[in-house]
């Protein structure tokens, strides 16, 4: 399957930029591979016991699954196709959220939800998963348009507090800092089966929808998991199933090619709608 037009073309500066990262957003797949995301952020230890411990009851996903993927995707539409002022107005929103998500006297390691160096991992994770989604759609993009989604991907960090020369310069930058990482990547006891309890078997969700979806969900979420991250959680992955999971996912990038661009955006597009809609209306963001 040849790659779709929109990854080909070359890049010219004098385009307007949130359109340009248009191309770079696959709604469907962030989507199916969104548990799987939220399994590597958790992967580095602070992280992971910052969820498990978080006072801020209104984001918690064990609490209120929907509201936190909405939250979660609308952070990335602000970062990749808002403006300047969309992402100042998200940034304080959610800097009121992270301000209450810090370790205690009782936690086993400490954390802070503004320390750059975790947000620069969460953000490495969210560029992990957009490259992995483009590649099991598509089939992967040339290397100038890899290049360019790099350079724009430190937008998932330096929307918080990431600072730009903390972003590794280069993609071979980025491999070594994402080998380094996902080394020494683990899980408690606690944070397992947080993970999988409530984010693989859909724990938040009612009886209906559990029955309904969880095996889909835990077909993807495994799909989109690198190896290192399936064999902490124990989780069941063979040739077959890879075969299985890249024929859906390739199918799936076939239909999205055809579909009109206000689909292959959703939900990003509507969740900056309405993240600008809320700000005007004086209503919490997140």
Not at 139 to 157: M, T
Not at 220 to 225: D, V, W
Request: glycine content about 6%; proline content about 7%.
């Amino acid at each position: 399957m040849s790659l779709p037009m929109r990854f080909l073309r070359r890049h010219d500066p004098a385009d307007d930029a949130p359109t340009d990262r248009k191309r770079f957003m696959a709604g469907p797949a962030a989507l199916l591979g969104g548990p799987a995301n939220v399994i590597m952020q958790l992967g580095l230890p602070p992280v992971g016991r910052g969820v498990i411990e978080s006072k801020v009851d209104s984001g918690r996903f064990d609490l209120h699954p929907r509201k936190r993927g909405r939250t979660t995707l609308t952070y990335l539409a602000v970062a990749m196709l808002g403006t300047d002022e969309d992402r100042q107005i998200y940034r304080e929103a959610v800097n009121t959220s992270h301000r209450q998500v810090r370790s205690d006297a009782d936690s086993p390691v400490a954390y802070n939800a503004f320390d750059p160096e975790l947000q620069l991992w969460v953000a490495a994770c969210l560029y992990r998963g957009t490259v992995d989604a483009l590649t099991f759609l598509y089939g992967g993009i040339d290397d100038e348009s890899a290049d360019e989604l790099y350079r724009e991907a430190a937008r998932f960090g330096t929307t918080l507090q990431v600072r730009p020369q903390m972003w590794p310069p280069d993609r071979t930058a980025f491999a070594e800092y994402w080998d380094t990482h996902v080394s020494a990547m683990s899980f408690d006891d606690e944070v397992r089966r947080y993970l999988l309890d409530q984010v693989v078997d859909l724990g938040p969700y009612s009886a209906v929808e559990r029955i309904l979806f969880r095996r889909v969900n835990r077909f993807f979420t495994t799909g989109f998991l690198p190896q290192q991250f399936r064999d902490e959680l124990d989780l069941d992955w063979g040739p077959g199933r890879q075969r299985a999971f890249e024929v859906a996912m390739r199918t799936i990038g076939t239909v999205v090619t055809v579909l009109p661009e206000w689909c292959r955006l959703y939900p990003f597009e509507t969740y900056l709608r309405e993240m600008r809609t809320r700000h005007g209306q004086g209503k919490p963001l997140v």
